[in-house]
Nanobody
Framework: QVQLVESGGGLVQAGGSVRRACGVS????????MGWYRQAPGKGHEFVAA???????LYEDSVKGRFTISRDNAKNTMYLQIDNLQAEDTATYYC?????????WGKGTLVTVLS
């Protein structure tokens, strides 16, 4: 069973930065595509960013230029750097991993932007 554990986040001042991490218990981490979704209070899930096994990245248009997704295959960890945080970034952030046609998800952690 694949397990994903997010860390980072909490309360952050508007205009500040935060780095989210997602640690994965998956032997073949390096060949898996991964990414992040978020859910703001009272809203549905929103795609944020994805990173392919080869390193190609994809971002939702509204976060381009402020969000950076990356991965460290040696540490089985994926990251999401968020800069210039804005109130609308307040959300629970979930990481996911694709394997064999299935998606595996972390439990999510809340990032609250204080204005």
């Amino acid at each position: 069973q694949v397990q994903l554990v997010e860390s980072g986040g909490g309360l952050v001042q508007a205009g500040g930065s935060v780095r989210r991490a997602c640690g994965v218990s998956e032997r073949a981490f390096s060949i898996r595509d991964m990414g992040w979704y978020r859910q703001a209070p009272g809203k549905g899930h929103e795609f944020v960013a994805a990173i392919k096994s080869g390193g190609d990245t994809l971002y939702e248009d509204s976060v381009k230029g402020r969000f950076t997704i990356s991965r460290d295959n040696a540490k089985n960890t994926m990251y999401l750097q968020i800069d210039n945080l804005q109130a609308e970034d307040t959300a629970t952030y979930y990481c996911f991993l694709e394997r064999g046609g299935r998606d595996f998800w972390g439990k999510g952690t809340l990032v609250t932007v204080l204005s």
